[in-house]
């Protein structure tokens, strides 16, 4: 079983920024993806990003790549995910999720792959 926390939502101003933090725990398999998915009152949830943490290789919505990174830190489980130039449209419940899965050839943004969910984190953009 993985345990996953997440925080660091809040209230900000829209042109703003915003570090999400998802830390892992409990039986965490030595290879496995960290995704993030929102969701926003009335709407569907939906991929932002994800790291695979046996490869490094990290996978961003293509709407959100040039404001949205992803990071990781092996030695403390824990995923990053950095929020820049917030709009309201970013307005969500964000949600970590992990999967036992190595590597996806739809790049991990199919939230059915994803084995462990988090209870999630608001951020809410105001202008």
């Known amino acids: 079983q993985v345990q996953l926390v997440e925080s660091g939502g809040g209230l900000v101003q829209a042109g703003g920024s915003l570090r999400l933090s998802c830390a892992a725990s409990?039986?965490?398999?030595?290879?496995?993806?960290i995704g993030w998915f929102r969701q926003a009152p009335g709407k569907e949830r939906e991929f932002v990003a994800a790291i695979s943490w046996s490869g490094g290789k990290t996978y961003l919505a293509n709407l959100l790549k040039d404001r949205f990174t992803i990071s990781g830190d092996k030695s403390k489980n824990t995923v990053y995910l950095s929020m820049n130039s917030l709009k309201p449209d970013d307005t969500a419940v964000y949600h970590c999720?992990?999967?036992?899965?190595?590597?996806?050839?739809?790049?991990?943004?199919?939230?059915?792959?994803?084995?462990?969910w988090g209870q999630g984190t608001q951020v809410t953009v105001f202008s």
């Open positions: 999720a992990a999967t036992e899965l190595n590597s996806d050839p739809d790049g991990f943004i199919r939230e059915e792959k994803y084995d462990y």
């Open positions: 409990g039986r965490t398999p030595s290879g496995y993806a």
